[in-house]
């Protein structure tokens, strides 16, 4: 077992449960967790469960999650557990690049959100999950992963779930008062049921970066003290988020992607032109940050980490979106690199994501995604010799 592997979180999920999931992704009229409406999902997805905690352990990683097999999406189902959120079949799902890098490749489509009441963070049934991945791994050092406050925010901010007349949030300041306690009620109870690191997922931060092509906030015309605004407003989210876990006790991780669905990617954006805002001003103890290919630009973003000098750095070298094992050399190499700007011993090595960040997961067989996770292991031992 090497310490210093790790995986972003999802694994991919077995046919059985993925034909329950199949049936919620075209289903509004069902209500989260959908277990009374769809008799034997809730057992399927316990025994898959189980399974995959059993095969993390056989192939020795030192962190173990449920594979989020609880989820259909990497964000939305965490949202939906939220009291006062109704989920809705929208005209369209998101759009993602295609393997052409021109084409859109539109996602599943029940990702419409409405505030139908007072957001509330209680009683969670993310809890329940959290519960049955520490009964199956023991003693085993666990954690869980859901959407950063920030993404949440954003995504309703941009949706018609404030403003108007009905509305129960009247504009962004109270939707982010509201969200930041309903966070702070879930981490509560996510710390009474033992939790002990909760890893924050992020997809939003590249839209800042002005060399990513398909950022709405990129190109002519753009106002960039508002941009600029947002992005505060983004880091400071977390920010109170990750003080509240940290002053209970909670070790507070994060995980950032440019879209990861079904071997596809959202866009671009280098990590030297945001490092300033989110890698140098997020409080986080862990950063996992993905550079399996050209998209995030320079390691030199991480000299950013020089004045951090308690924050890890997990180097997303890998890719989970190939069938194939990755070049061992070029992986070295990066390491190597990033080694000279900050300590080895700060460093640690995984996927660029999760191997199904979204419940179809990417285009690989089982058999690939662990081979791929032993060559994870085995880089690691070589490389750190721990």
Not at 143 to 148: A, D, E, G, H, W
Not at 233 to 246: M, S, T, V
Request: proline share 3%.
């Amino acid at each position: 077992m090497s310490t210093k592997f790790q995986t972003v979180g999802s694994l991919l999920r077995p046919t059985d449960l993925l034909n329950y999931k199949r049936e919620i992704e075209s289903r509004d009229d069902i209500t989260y967790p959908f277990y009374a409406a769809l008799p034997g999902y809730e057992q399927c997805e316990a025994d898959a469960t189980c399974v995959v905690v059993a095969k993390q352990i056989k192939h020795k990683l030192s962190i173990i999650t449920d594979g989020e097999y609880s989820k259909s999406m990497w964000h939305l189902d965490f949202v939906w557990g939220i009291g006062g959120v109704e989920r809705y079949i929208a005209k369209h799902g998101y759009f993602f690049r295609d393997k052409d890098e021109t084409q859109k490749y539109e996602t599943r489509r029940d990702i419409g959100l409405r505030i139908t009441g007072e957001l509330s963070g209680k009683n969670h049934h993310f809890i329940s999950v959290f519960k049955r991945l520490k009964a199956m791994a023991g003693d085993r050092a666990t954690k869980l992963c859901i959407p950063s406050p920030s993404h949440i925010f954003g995504e309703l901010s941009w949706s018609d779930a404030i403003g108007g007349k009905n509305a129960i949030y009247a504009n962004p300041h109270e939707l982010k008062t509201g969200l930041t306690r309903t966070y702070e009620e879930f981490i509560e109870e996510y710390i009474e049921a033992g939790g002990k690191i909760l890893q924050f997922d992020d997809c939003l931060w590249e839209i800042f970066a002005d060399d990513n092509p398909n950022s709405p906030y990129t190109g002519t015309n753009i106002n960039h003290t508002t941009v600029r605004a947002l992005a505060a407003e983004f880091i400071d989210i977390n920010n109170r988020l990750i003080d509240f876990g940290h002053s209970l006790g909670l070790t507070m991780w994060t995980h950032n992607c440019r879209g990861n669905y079904d071997s596809r990617n959202m866009g671009g954006g280098s990590y030297i032109k945001i490092a300033n805002l989110f890698l140098k001003q997020l409080k986080y103890d862990r950063f996992f940050l993905e550079w399996d290919d050209e998209r995030a630009g320079s390691l030199e973003a991480l000299t950013v980490f020089k004045d951090k000098p308690n924050t890890e750095i997990v180097l997303g070298l890998l890719s989970s979106k190939t069938n194939t094992l990755d070049d061992e050399r070029r992986v070295i190499r990066m390491l190597d690199e990033a080694s000279k700007i900050i300590p080895k011993e700060r460093l640690l090595l995984s996927h660029q994501c999760g191997f199904a960040s979204c419940d179809g997961g990417n285009k690989l067989t089982e058999d690939e995604q662990w081979a791929k996770i032993d060559q994870g292991q085995k880089i690691a031992l070589q490389y750190w010799g721990t």
